[in-house]
């Protein structure tokens, strides 16, 4: 069974900590991306890979960076955690080629900053 | 700008009734179309896509949705409602090339018995 695993499923950080999500998949897949959901936003792109140690801003790049070292991982970083970024974390992976556009999710990591 | 919208954030149908859910994308270039379902505390799952092939694309589950170029429009049907479709369903978008998708806000629907 394909599968995008996320490290943790929910995590409570105070305000200044350095947060990381990690995000594994199995499926071989070039590109890996890194969504926010927040109710009532849908879901907003923080940043892209479309390969290893590649890295493009997305939507909303601000805070967050991201680090690519090995084709199957994909990791957010939150440098100084802050309440706002207090959301659920989805990331997911596409093929290139003509199932491209066709995202695998993980089951998300849910964030709270106090 | 390109942008999707969806139209309602809520919609509650009776078992058994139609489903449909509305969205609508604004392009100046054909774009790629995607509907994901949520189930509760999972992440996304395709649902189905429209890359160009045919306008009325079948889904999973009994899921459908018909692009209408001229209204810009990219709804979901199903014809009747069961209790395991509630869940929340995003529209999405992809121009140019399908890898970087723009989402809707979401429309999370309910089914009463």
């Known amino acids: 069974d394909v599968k995008v695993t996320q490290s943790s499923r929910y995590l409570v950080k105070r305000t200044g900590e350095k947060v990381f999500l990690e995000c594994v998949q199995d499926?071989?897949?070039?590109?890996m991306f890194w969504y926010r959901q927040d109710p009532g936003l849908g879901l907003r792109l923080i940043y892209f890979?479309?390969?290893?140690?590649?890295?493009e801003k997305g939507d909303i790049p601000e805070g967050y960076s991201v680090s690519r070292e090995k084709k199957e991982r994909f990791s957010l970083i939150l440098e100084s955690a802050s309440t706002n970024q207090t959301s659920m974390y989805l990331c997911a992976s596409s093929s290139s080629g003509e199932n491209t556009g066709e995202l695998f999710f993980g089951e998300g990591s849910r964030l709270t900053v106090l | 700008a390109q942008s999707v919208t969806q139209l309602g954030s809520h919609v509650s149908v009776s078992e058994g009734a139609l489903v449909l859910l509305r969205c609508n994308y604004s392009?100046?270039?054909?774009?790629?179309l995607f509907w994901y379902v949520q189930y509760p505390n999972q992440g996304l799952q395709l649902l189905l896509k429209?890359?160009?092939?045919?306008?009325l694309v079948k889904g999973i589950n009994g899921f459908e949705a018909e692009f209408k170029k001229s209204e810009t429009s990219f709804h979901l049907t199903k014809p009747s409602a069961h209790m395991s479709d509630a869940a929340e369903y995003f529209c999405a978008v992809a121009f140019l090339t399908a890898d970087k998708l723009i989402f809707g806000t979401g429309t999370r629907l309910q089914v009463f018995p």
């Open positions: 499926m071989d897949h070039e590109n």
């Open positions: 890979s479309y390969d290893v140690k590649m890295k």
């Open positions: 429209y890359t160009s092939a045919a306008t």
């Open positions: 392009s100046s270039v054909p774009p790629y």
